[in-house]
């Protein structure tokens, strides 16, 4: 069943937690080294007008990857939008003090990624659906055109079978 509210991972040491939501995981799997592996010219074959591209990342943890992705592919044709979604709050804050948007932050960062943003909420949840909702009613669109599901599809799948998986589509 699917928790409304969000929670920490309720540990700071690396190995085990309910969702997948490990809070040194980058410290292991570095999101340069993630990220190396994706073609560097992706979005532009897959838009090649440009323009505004709207992107989900589900499960995004501290924001490491999703601050990578927007630096990658953001172009002078292409903006690239990204809404970051985890269950663990803990994350959440670290993702945003990472793109520079937390008000205990106050140092300017040469890596602040304007079009990136980060809210704390479990996808599979109403509240996750209205996050979700709220992002694409704000940029005037249905769907997300990039939806980015790294490590993240097992968990669903352990915690609401078949169908959260199915639902998980619909969503985005």
């Known amino acids: 069943m699917s928790e409304e509210k969000c929670g920490g991972s309720g540990n700071s040491e690396p190995g085990g937690a309910r969702f997948g939501n490990f809070i040194n995981y980058y410290q292991f799997n570095p999101a340069e080294e993630r990220i190396s592996h994706l073609p560097q010219d992706l979005l532009a074959n897959l838009f090649p007008s440009g323009g ?8 995004c943890n501290a924001g490491n990857l999703t601050l990578a992705l927007s ?20 994350l959440i804050e670290r993702a945003k003090k990472a793109n520079n948007n937390s008000d205990n932050d106050n140092e ?62 619909k969503t985005c």
Not at 128 to 138: H, T, Y
Not at 142 to 155: C, G, I, Q, R, Y
């Open 52 to 59: 505004k591209i709207l992107a989900l990342d589900i499960g």
């Open 71 to 90: 630096r990658k592919y953001s172009t002078a044709n292409l903006q690239l939008n990204i809404l970051g979604i985890d269950i663990d709050e803990t």
């Open 108 to 169: 300017p960062s040469s890596e602040k990624c304007g079009n990136v943003e980060f809210v704390c909420a479990d996808v599979m949840s109403e509240k996750g659906s209205q996050e979700i909702q709220g992002f694409l009613n704000a940029n005037g669109v249905e769907k997300f055109d990039v939806v980015f599901l790294f490590s993240v599809t097992m968990w669903i799948h352990l915690h609401h079978g078949d169908s959260g998986l199915e639902n998980l589509i």
